[in-house]
């Protein structure tokens, strides 16, 4: 029998984390509530995507569409269609009052084909998505493909591994308040200990670049935002060439 390397066992973990969502779900909005900023800065990405009128937008790894709710308020003309590939998360999203124009839908963010929408889009948000898919380099690959030539996509993502400062932030931020208050709304469930470990090891922010040129994106920045989540917080905005 042959010994699973560390990175196989690590996308093995990743690709259980739309099961653990289902098991948060109902207390996931209770949750990020408590976190100052968290819906300011998703609209901040949101407006940082700097889509023209009546745009189509792929909401990727919506989640209960706190997500989807900044795309609607910054861009109330959009044709928005959500994707996540938890049950229960989408179900707690459709709970909510929409507009006809926002459609949510069950796929995976590695192969948009299984819910039969590729685009292309207009734009993409993917707020704390990437960090998740079990494979980085397929998602980058559906998130390219599914953009309209001179389409652009932002990340909304956990990044510290440039920044000591940041690292001991997050560090102390998830084992004083975030783990302790799953242990509380999300009893039984380990989704917030990988949350730690899953955004310590994700990319630095420089890293999360270069792999963004490498797929072949263009007019690749970065943007900060406030609070105890500077620093560890990022919009990623990058472009498909429109040739």
């Known amino acids: ?30 949750l990020t509530g408590l976190n100052p900023g968290y819906k300011k800065h998703l609209r901040w990405s949101a407006e940082r995507l700097g889509l023209g009128a009546n745009p189509r937008i792929l909401d990727l790894c919506c989640g209960t569409g706190l997500s989807t709710e900044a795309l609607v308020q910054t ?9 996540d590939a938890s049950e229960e998360m989408l179900l707690a ?19 948009l084909t299984d819910c039969a929408n590729e685009g292309p889009y207009d734009g993409i948000l993917m707020a704390y998505g990437i960090r998740n898919v079990p494979e980085i380099e397929e998602g980058l690959k559906t998130v ?23 690292t001991l932030i997050w560090n102390g931020v998830t084992a004083g308040i975030i783990i302790p208050a799953g242990l509380v709304t999300a009893r039984g469930s380990d989704i917030y200990r990988y949350l730690r470990k899953s955004v310590l090891k994700f990319d630095g922010v420089k890293s999360f670049e270069a792999r963004l040129k490498a797929h072949g994106f263009i007019n690749v920045r970065t943007e900060a935002m406030d609070g105890w989540q500077k620093g560890i917080v990022h919009t990623f905005v990058a472009e498909r060439p429109a040739r």
């Open 93 to 111: 999203a459709r709970k909510k009052r929409w507009s006809p124009r926002v459609q949510f839908l069950l796929g995976n963010a590695m192969d």
């Open 144 to 166: 390219f493909k599914s953009l309209k030539p001179g389409g652009r996509v932002c990340f909304h993502e956990y990044s510290v591994a440039d920044s000591k400062r940041s």
């Open 1 to 30: 029998m042959t010994a699973q390397t560390p990175n196989t066992s690590w996308q093995q973990r990743k690709a259980q984390v739309p099961s653990d969502f289902n098991q948060v779900a109902s207390t996931y909005d209770l």
């Open 75 to 83: 861009y109330p003309d959009a044709q928005i269609e959500a994707v």
